[in-house]
C-alpha cells in the first residue's frame, strides 16, 4: 500500500503561480494530478508515466502547468504558472502500479492523497 501527501496549496492572486507536491511512502508507477472544483467532478490536470517518457495535460491546462517526479525521491510535482479563477479547485495526487499512461480516469487509479486546497482570487 502506497501513501500519498500532498503540499503546497494555498490562496493566490489570478496571474500568480503554484507549486504542488506529492511525496509517496514508496516507488510507484503512473502517477496524476486530478483535481475537483467546487460543485463539479474530479477531472484530471496531467499524467506522468513512471519513466517521464509520456505525459498527458488537460487541454485547459494549455502550457500553464508542468508536471515532473523524481523516482529517486519518490516525489512528483505540479507546477502551476498564470493561474485563472477557473484553477480553484481541491488537486489531488494518484497513482497506480503500472508504469504507462493508461487511462485518465480517477477510478483507474489505485493510490490516492488527501487532496491539497488551490484558491485563485481576483
Known amino acids: 500500500q502506497v501513501q500519498l501527501v500532498e503540499s503546497g496549496g494555498g490562496s493566490v492572486q489570478a496571474g500568480g503561480s503554484l507549486r504542488l507536491s506529492c511525496a509517496a511512502s514508496?516507488?510507484?508507477?503512473?502517477m496524476a494530478w486530478f483535481r475537483r472544483a467546487p460543485g463539479g467532478e474530479r477531472e484530471v490536470v496531467a499524467a506522468?508515466?513512471?519513466?517521464?517518457?509520456?505525459?498527458f495535460y488537460a487541454r485547459f491546462v494549455k502550457r500553464r502547468f508542468t508536471v515532473a517526479r523524481d523516482n529517486a525521491e519518490n516525489t512528483f510535482s505540479l507546477q502551476m504558472n498564470s493561474l485563472t479563477l477557473e484553477d480553484t479547485a481541491d488537486y489531488y495526487c494518484?497513482?497506480?502500479?503500472?508504469?504507462?499512461?493508461?487511462?485518465?480516469?480517477?477510478?483507474?487509479?489505485?493510490?490516492w492523497g488527501q487532496g491539497t486546497q488551490v484558491t485563485v482570487s481576483s
Open positions: 506522468l508515466s513512471r519513466d517521464s517518457d509520456s505525459i
Open positions: 514508496g516507488p510507484t508507477g503512473v
Open positions: 494518484a497513482a497506480d502500479a503500472g508504469p504507462s499512461i493508461r487511462s485518465l480516469r480517477p477510478d483507474e487509479y489505485r493510490y
